[in-house]
Structure formats: C-alpha cells, structure tokens
C-alpha cells in the first residue's frame, strides 16, 4: 500500500435486471428525447445541459450538478482512450492520471496494491460525520488490442469530473471517496481487493455509484437491443424501450433495494436535466442470484455482495455499442455523444452531493 499526500493546489448486458425488481419506477424516468452520437461534446440529449465551470454556484446538489463540464470529459477520454491491459506504459499513466488528478483537487491519495494491480483511491473527510462515504468508481484497465474509449475512458473521466465538481462544495458532511479500480477486466479484482481489504476500519460506505460505459448514446430508432425475455421479466421497463423506438438514448440505472433513496435522488436529478433514463431496484435475493450472474459484470458487484448500498449507471454497453471490447470496430472517440456522458456525470454529482448531506 502506498499513500500520496495531497497538494497544496459491464457492463453488463443480457439481462441486466432481474425477475425479482421490488420497484419498476419509483419515480418518472423518462426513455424519450436525445441526441446523435457524433464524437462531440455538442451532441448532447435534449434537455438542460450541465452548464460547465465558469461562474458556476455551489451552494446546493442542483447547482453543482450544472457545474459538470462535458468538454473536460472529452479532453480526458482522448488521453484515456489507448491501449492499457495491466503493467502496460499506458496502463500506468491512466494510474497516475487518476492519482495526480485527484492530488490536485486536494484528495488524500492511496494506491491499494493487490496481486497484479492497483487501485487507485482519493478521500475528502467529511465536516460533521467522516466515517460515512460515499464513494463513486469506475474501472480504469481494458483489454489488449482495443482502445476502451467507452470502456471505460468514459468512466473513468466521469469520475475525476465528478471529483473536480464536488470538491468546490462549500461543505460535505460527510466523507467523499473516489476510485479507479484496476482489473476489471479480469474478474473485478481490484474492487474486490478493496471490499475486502481496503475499508478504512471504522467507516460506512453509504452509497456506491459505479460507471462502466456512459459515453454512447444514439436517437436513431432501432438503436437499442433488448435481450431475448426482457419483455416477459420486464414489462414496464420494455414498454418505456418500445414506445421511444428502441431509441438508444437513456442511461440505466440498476440499484439494490439498499440504494433505494440514492437512486430515487438520481432519477430526479437526471430528469431536471432532461436526461431519459430506466431504472430498477433489485431486492437481496435478485441482486446476488446466481440465475442472473451476467447482472454483476462490473464493479459494483463486489459491493452487492456484502450488501453495501449500490449503484450502477452504464448506456447498455453491447446492446448498443457494437464497437464493446473491439467486436465491430473500434472503440475508439469518434463515436461517442460527450453531452450524454456530461448529463450523466451531473445526475450523479446531484445524487451524490445530496448523500454527501448537502442539500437539494
């Protein structure tokens, strides 16, 4: 384990939900509106677009969620978006990206190693109650011969906007954490090394918010695949696909019943900023059923398992990016919608903030 003191300055596809969701919509999640996908950060979905850094407020979760900045997520992806399987040169600087970046905003900085990897882990201590955290993540590793803009560039850069935002709150009752996990690819190795040895003794994760792909999205009727049964297990959820067209232009939001209110405030946050999403909250039989194991392909997994409070937030990955892990072409930045990803990052940093205790 290293630690690095601060400045002063899968996806999952197929089924993604499951036969027992205890909630459908608990809120008004929308599947209309969006943009093309056109490699700018311009081809946003309809809706209020997050309004960047200049002159922004902080002072409650809806402001800082138009402090998100769809360019900076763009500049950040392009640098990602290369080859980077573990121990490789690339691989490394995406590494000291996260650490540096996060150093940079102030964050005490740990590199958790682990057999083969390292995870990379910034922490700003809460005001009032820093044993509680929230924690937003996302894998920083990819597959050989493919350069992982999507997956999971996309992520990864939502994750250290989302950090730069919510560092300029004026207050955080409690304690933010943010990660690039390492090793993914090979079975979720680095957030499992962190759930099972990372905790901090003493401390509560409250909510885990997980990225892995948030960068494509189309309003092309047709562009959304739906898996063989989807209809059957989810009927409200297809019904929402069906009536926008198969129009691949929503985020999925896929929650424990433990994550509940997180999600809830996600689902508002991202309709004020008029982004579609679908959404369900699965109970503790569903979320860790072995019937269903293509539902824990990414890094909130881990956490599901130990019944931490998690959230996972993907554009579908294969089901509609033919370009997922180089199978149709490659994954590359020219065909990703940064304004979609932008709107992403600020439903979370709402969400989020609002877990962090600061108020609506």
């Known amino acids: 384990m290293r630690i690095r ?19 459908e919509a608990d809120t008004d999640g929308s599947a209309s509106g969006g943009g093309e996908s056109n490699g700018s950060a311009s081809a946003s979905s309809a809706g209020a677009e997050p309004g960047g850094p200049e002159g922004c407020a902080t ?6 969620a138009r402090c998100v900045d769809a360019d900076a997520i763009a500049a950040d992806v392009s640098f990602i978006a290369d080859v980077r399987t573990p121990g490789s040169p690339h691989w490394l600087a995406v590494q000291e990206l996260c650490a540096d970046r996060l150093t940079m905003l102030g964050f005490d900085v740990e590199l958790q190693e682990f057999t083969g990897g390292t995870n990379v882990i910034g922490r700003l201590p809460g005001a009032a109650a820093s044993n509680e955290v929230v924690l937003v993540g996302a894998h920083y590793d990819h597959i ?10 996309t992520g990864v850069a939502g994750v250290l906007e989302l950090a730069r935002v919510l560092a300029s709150a004026p207050s955080r009752p409690r304690t ?5 996990w390492d090793q993914e690819e090979l079975g979720l190795l ?14 509560t994760v409250v909510v885990y918010f997980n990225y892995d792909m948030i960068g494509m999205a189309s309003d092309s009727p047709g562009s959304q695949a739906i ?8 009927p409200t959820q297809y019904a929402q696909v069906e009536a926008n067209g198969f129009r691949g232009d929503f985020v999925l939001v896929a929650a424990d019943e433990l994550a509940l209110a997180p999600a809830q405030a996600y689902e508002a946050h991202a309709a004020t900023l008029g982004l579609p999403s679908i959404s369900a909250v699965l109970d503790a039989e569903a979320k860790n059923s072995a019937l269903f194991i293509d539902l824990r392909r990414s ?17 579908t990955g294969e ?23 932008g709107q992403v990052v600020a439903a979370t940093v709402g969400a989020a903030a609002e877990s962090l205790g600061v108020g609506r």
């Open 5 to 23: 003191a601060p400045l002063a300055c899968t996806l999952l596809c197929g089924c993604m939900l499951d036969a027992r969701v205890i909630t």
């Open 59 to 64: 002072g409650s979760a809806t402001a800082l």
């Open 144 to 153: 050989d011969g493919c350069l992982g803009a999507d997956d999971n560039g």
């Open 176 to 180: 933010l954490a943010v990660a690039c």
């Open 190 to 203: 680095g957030s499992i090394a962190w759930v099972g040895t990372g905790q901090v003794p003493g401390e």
């Open 227 to 234: 898996p063989p049964g989807f209809d059957g297990l989810f």
């Open 299 to 315: 890094d909130h997994a881990p956490f599901w398992a130990v019944d931490i409070p998690a959230i996972f937030l993907t554009d």
């Open 319 to 341: 089901l509609r990016n033919e370009r997922y892990h180089c199978w149709g072409g490659q994954d590359d930045v020219a065909s990703l919608d940064f304004g979609f990803s």
